[in-house]
Each structure stands twice: as C-alpha cells, then as structure tokens.
C-alpha cells in the first residue's frame, strides 16, 4: 500500500529543492510553475496538487525548514542560541532570502522569521514569569511586539547583504533585550500590585 502523505511530502520537498535552485539565478517574480516542474521533472497538474503558485511554495518553505533545534531554544537560557541557528540558515540560504527580500514573496519571510521569533520569546517569558502573575494577553503582546523589533534587525541585514556577522546581531538583539522584557513582566505582575496596594 503507498504511503500518500510520504509520497506528498517527498513531491513537495523536490520542488522545494527545484525552487531553491532556481532562485539562486532568476528573481522569484521571473520564476514561473513550469521552470519549478520542468526543473524537478514532474507535471504541472502534480504542482497544483500541492501549491496554488510559486509564492505559495516558498511560503511552505520557509514555514517548513524551521530548524529542528529551535524547540530547544525557547527558554531563558537558550534563547540567544536559537538567535543563532536562525541568522545561520539565513546566511546558509543567503542568496534565496535576498531575493525574497527584493519580492513579491517578502511577506512571507517575514512571517517566517517573526513567528520563529515569537515562538523563541514566549519561551522565554514563560521562565521569566514562572513565580508572577501576568496576564497571558501581555505576555503574548510582548512576545509579539519584540519579535518584530528583531525581526527588522533581520531584515536589514539581509538587505545590506548580510555583510555584518551574526555573532554581532546576536550580541546587539542581547543588549537591546536584555532586562527589557523582565522589567515590562515586573510591572505588569499583579502578585506584586497586589502587594503593594495591600501593605
């Protein structure tokens, strides 16, 4: 018996990897269905089985090659690691990310890397706020609104040509949160509010 969504899986990897190839030549808006098919040697009724167009493909990308590792990173002493394997696949993939950057498709990379981001430090505000009290809206405000903030750290390098090195994005993300988001969760912890509003 064939294992469908083995066989789907393997179909939407090869054109990836057809895409991919693909990018690191042509712009993605010059890239059209039938360079992707005729590239990894299937149909075009086999493509729009899977993807509804290219922009539809590297959206499945970028949400799919998250790295593996990143689950481990989302804590408070991990986070600035999982910073790092994501500048990595960044400069890994540079030739791809740049061209998306200068598309149609930079939206999508832009919800690639910020939900990678909010993932990482909702991790972290968990470990911070382990013994407080904040409201879950906050928490998901803050994770959101500094996933945003680095995102654009990204973005910029990208589009500079990702010519500083990533070690010194990392330290610059650290600076910038370091102590930050702890000092926004203290406020809002209603255990000390209520502490205060009591003594």
Known sequence: MIDFMSTSHVTKNALARSLKQLMKQTPINK?????????????????????????????????????????????????????????QYTMDNKTIC???????????????????????????IKDITREMNVEEKIKKETAVFFSYAITGQFLEWINTGLKEKKEDI????????????LRIMKVNDRKTTSLIYNA
């Open 170 to 181: 990392a330290d610059r993300v650290e600076r910038m949160l370091g102590g930050t988001i």
């Open 98 to 124: 740049i061209n998306t950057t200068k598309s149609l498709g930079r939206e999508h990379l832009e919800v690639f890397l910020c939900k990678i981001f909010t993932k990482v430090l909702e991790g972290v």
């Open 31 to 87: 890239i059209t269905v039938k360079m992707v098919t005729d590239t990894c040697g299937v149909t075009r009724h086999t493509f729009y089985n899977h993807f509804h167009d290219v922009y539809d493909l590297l959206k499945w990308i970028f949400e799919n090659e998250v790295i593996e590792e990143l689950d481990q990173c989302c804590s408070l002493n991990n986070w600035k690691t999982g910073l790092v394997l994501v500048l």
